[in-house]
Nanobody, 116 residues
C-alpha cells in the first residue's frame, strides 16, 4: 500500500523558513513525477513545484521561484520543499503528490501558517 506522509509544517513568522518533507512508502517509483501542491482556505488547490522521478529535473512555479525549492532524496524515498522568506499569503495546507503511469497518490497534507 502506497503512503505519502508530509511533515515539517507549522507556525512561522513572516520572513522565516520551513522545510517540508514527503516520505513515500510502499513502492519505489522509477518513473513519473512528484509534486507539491497547496490549498489555502476558500481557494483552489494550486501547484507549487514538481520534479520528474527519472531525470530529476525540477520546476517551481514562476511566482515562487527564488523563495521555494523542491528536491528529492532517492535513498530515503523522500521529497522536500524548502520554503524561504515566507509570507502570509503562503499560509495553506501543503500536499505532496506522486504520479506514475496510471497511478497517482496524494498525501494528507501539512499545515503551514505564516503569521506574526
Amino acid at each position: 500500500q502506497v503512503q505519502l506522509v508530509e511533515s515539517g509544517g507549522g507556525l512561522v513568522q513572516p520572513g522565516g523558513s520551513l522545510r517540508l518533507s514527503c516520505a513515500v512508502s510502499g513502492r519505489n517509483f522509477t518513473g513519473g513525477a512528484m509534486a507539491w501542491y497547496r490549498q489555502a482556505p476558500g481557494k483552489q488547490r494550486e501547484l507549487v513545484a514538481h520534479l520528474t522521478i527519472g531525470a530529476g529535473t525540477t520546476h517551481v512555479v514562476d511566482s515562487l521561484k527564488g523563495r521555494f525549492a523542491i528536491s528529492r532524496d532517492i535513498a530515503k524515498n523522500t521529497m522536500y520543499l524548502q520554503m524561504n522568506s515566507l509570507k502570509s499569503e503562503d499560509t495553506a495546507v501543503y500536499l505532496c503528490f506522486v504520479r506514475s503511469g496510471y497511478d497517482s497518490y496524494w498525501g494528507q497534507g501539512t499545515q503551514v501558517t505564516v503569521s506574526s
